[in-house]
């Protein structure tokens, strides 16, 4: 089965001759469609510029990335910015919501750039805020959620549009453990419903929530194996 993730050869470069500082160095990694994997590492490990390239927020300085069996590594920013809002999912530590946009608006917005018709956009939406728990709150402002019910309302925007792709960095990092857990929960369910979920993290406990756990260092992947 070809693989939903596919990269061969990445390397990030920064800088030029003596100063030059190697992000990713030669990294390979395939990714199956409906698999839950964890790229875990330290600050500086290289492990948000994996994350970058991954969710097309950045080009390689060589390699190649096959989402989906289509080469996105040298596309143009207008082709990676379509790929970006309907391939992946975007879940973020700070959440990433618009302050003035209701819990329903905010989860719209990406079907909105997508040209999706409002009566298509309303009911997804209604339905992706249902699937995580929010059905009562959907004319609520971020600011008057809680931390974890603002994570829902992320992770409602990322699924309403069905992307193949659910890219999570470090998601339950401005929580604390019991909401974190209660999003963890919510992620490892939508994994177990069929989705793919590519899990960015520092924390060794929330990475074991994975089958699967890729830990990156100086810029390399050193261990790729099933959790302990």
Known sequence: ???LIQLTDISKIYGSGEAQIHALDRVT??????????????????????MNLLGCLDFPTQGAYLLDGKAVSGLDDRRLSRIRNQQIGFIFQS??????????ENVELPLLYRGIPR??????AARALERVGLSQRTSHLPGQLSGGQQQ??????AIAGSPPVLLADEPTGNLDSSAGQQIMELLCGLWR??????LITHDPVVAQTAPRI??????KIVRDSAAI
């Open 152 to 157: 829902r309302v992320a992770i409602a925007r």
């Open 29 to 50: 990694l395939s990714i199956q469609r409906g698999e839950f994997a964890a790229i875990i590492g330290h600050s500086g490990s290289g492990k948000s510029t994996l």
């Open 214 to 219: 890729i830990r990156i260092q100086d810029g």
């Open 1 to 3: 089965m070809e693989p």
């Open 193 to 198: 419903q069929g989705r793919t979920l590519i």
């Open 95 to 104: 959440f990433n919501l618009v302050p003035g946009l209701s819990a329903q």
């Open 119 to 124: 009566a298509q956009r309303s009911a997804l």
